[in-house]
């Protein structure tokens, strides 16, 4: 990836990886995807911008995905075989290591700031199920019945895998949503469609953050590598930052954003080099699929994947925005 000389500040943000080959998306599609990461992206530019944090930038960034049916994090997340929503979220900043993380989030409508709570209003670092929306609750964060998070598009792709499995389509959640506009436009991508960002502002200081709804008809109880420190997120001002997207019992079995920091930081590995390593060769190796995004203390900005295609978008100081979805796509 071509990368400014040091910038002020940086951010590379994912929208997940996986199946996404060019012609399976309609150009209308790819239009919304493409717009989505790029006002993502921009939110946390904003912050960026105006002077604010590495953190401020991840979660502004991350809230605004949260939102957005497309992805597969907040409203718009895939289902557990039961039929529900189970958000999982982590945040990490580089200063200090601070990390905060939920798991299992049923009615709590931004996870990822339910995770940044965990830093700033707890001793702890990971929170799950009804302790931690009650948490955020406690909080003052945003409560929404479960059903908010519900898509037509996500639920027809449940149906899908339980018919493979040969299992039964429950109930849908009550107060589940109409189909919307939007939401009607959301591409099946294979399991993954996390969401994540990485920042690192004007004071040289990175952050992390990562969001999901996990893998569609996961059981109940699953947690994956999103809100996992070291697995799905990561952040060390001596490193990197990393977020990942992709098959999570993977991602922890080999510890990927902790592990890419590591050879930053100890084998002397380029960002970018320590990323193609870890997803290309050892991901790839144990049989794993997806991606990960990394910014670096001096401005460098990574990203890899071994899957078709991943929803990325970077923006730099004195760079302009890209938007990218495909492999052959800078
Ligand atoms: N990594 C996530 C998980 O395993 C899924 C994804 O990236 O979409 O929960």
New binding site residues.
């Given amino acids: 990836m071509p990368q400014p000389t040091q910038p002020k500040w940086a951010l590379v943000a994912h929208g ?3 199946a996404i080959v060019r012609g399976d998306l309609t150009p209308e599609q790819e239009a919304v995807y493409r717009e989505a990461m790029a006002t993502a992206a921009n939110a946390g530019a904003a912050v960026l911008r105006a002077g604010g944090s590495a953190m401020d930038a991840v979660e502004a960034a991350i809230r605004v995905l949260e939102d957005d049916p497309l992805f ?1 994090a907040g409203r718009g997340a ?1 289902f557990t075989a039961e039929g529900r929503n189970e958000l ?1 979220a982590s945040i990490m900043d580089g200063r200090n290591l601070a990390a905060g993380a939920v798991a299992g989030l049923t009615t709590t409508r931004h996870p990822i700031s339910a995770a940044r709570a965990v830093i700033e209003g707890s001793t702890h670092v990971l929170l799950g199920g009804e302790g931690a929306d009650a948490f955020a609750r406690s909080q003052g964060l945003e409560q929404v019945e479960p059903g908010y998070f519900f898509t037509e598009e996500r639920w027809r792709s449940l149906e899908k895998a339980l018919g493979k499995l040969g299992l039964a389509v429950p109930p849908k959640p009550a107060g589940a949503a109409p189909p919307s506009g939007k939401a009607a436009l959301v591409h099946e991508e294979g ?4 969401v994540g960002v990485v920042a690192r502002d004007h004071r040289g200081d990175v952050a992390a953050g ?1 969001s ?4 569609n008809a ?1 059981r109940w109880g ?5 809100p996992l420190i070291g697995a ?1 997120t990561y952040a060390s001002n001596t490193a990197c930052a990393v977020s ?6 993977y ?1 922890i079995r080999l510890g990927v954003a902790h592990r890419i920091c590591d050879l930053v930081e100890h084998a002397g590995l380029t960002l970018q080099a320590a990323c193609d390593r870890v997803v290309q060769h050892q991901l790839t190796a144990l049989g794993g699929a ?1 991606g990960v995004i990394a910014v670096a203390p001096d401005g460098a900005m990574a990203w890899s994947f071994n899957t078709s295609g991943m929803y990325r978008a970077r923006v730099a100081d004195g760079e302009p925005l890209a938007v990218s979805i495909y492999k052959d796509e800078i």
Avoid: I, M
């Avoid at 990942?244 to 019992?249: D, P, S, V």
């Fill in positions: 997940g990886a996986g597969n895939a999982d399991k993954y469609g996390t990562t999901t709804g996990g893998t996961k699953r947690v994956g590598d999103s799905g990942c997207t992709g098959a999570g019992e991602f997806g």
